[in-house]
């Protein structure tokens, strides 16, 4: 998988302060597209073990107390990204106790593949479905166009 952006302290992308991971890939091609720089799969730079290290680190690091996780894009549930984002989801359960992980995609829940609801079985938030422009609402919280659905899942 690759990456675009990793922010170690964020208050935009979800509650509280957060740590957040933009990853690369997404084959919705909204029309409105804040970010069609991510939509290639092999845009940005390799998801590494040393990244991977350093957000467990930071999500566990006292001295900036982080709320939890914030995964999105591209779309962390693109086929070609779903099983890294499996096991970096898992292993934020196993080892970041307490913290919560938000994620964004454009597909809808009820969309979803058997592989993709491993994903959601283990997140506590997602917002689902496409950017529609003429839906957009810059009021609604987290997410960009009212179609959107936030799903508490825990
Ligand atoms: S799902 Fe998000 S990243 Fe993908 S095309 Fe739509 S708005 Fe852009």
């Known amino acids: ?54 957000l467990i680190h930071d999500l566990n690091d006292c001295r900036i107390p982080r709320q939890g996780l914030s995964l999105s894009g591209g779309d962390p549930l693109h086929p070609a990204n779903v099983a890294d984002v499996l096991r970096l989801v898992k292993r934020v359960r196993r080892q970041c106790h307490g913290k919560d992980i ?10 979803l593949t058997a592989q993709q609801q491993q994903v959601v079985a283990e997140i506590d938030v997602l917002i689902d479905g496409k950017f529609v422009a003429a839906l957009r609402d810059p009021m609604l919280p987290w997410r960009g166009s009212s179609n959107q659905v936030i799903h508490y899942l825990r």
């Open 102 to 111: 938000w994620l964004w995609t454009g597909y809808t829940l009820a969309q």
């Open 1 to 54: 998988m690759n990456i675009h952006q990793y922010y170690p302290v964020d208050i935009v992308n979800g509650p509280g302060t957060r740590c957040t991971l933009f990853v690369a890939g997404c084959e919705h091609q909204c029309p409105g597209c804040y970010n069609k720089s991510t939509w290639r799969l092999n845009s940005g730079v390799p998801m590494t073990l040393e990244m991977e290290e350093r």
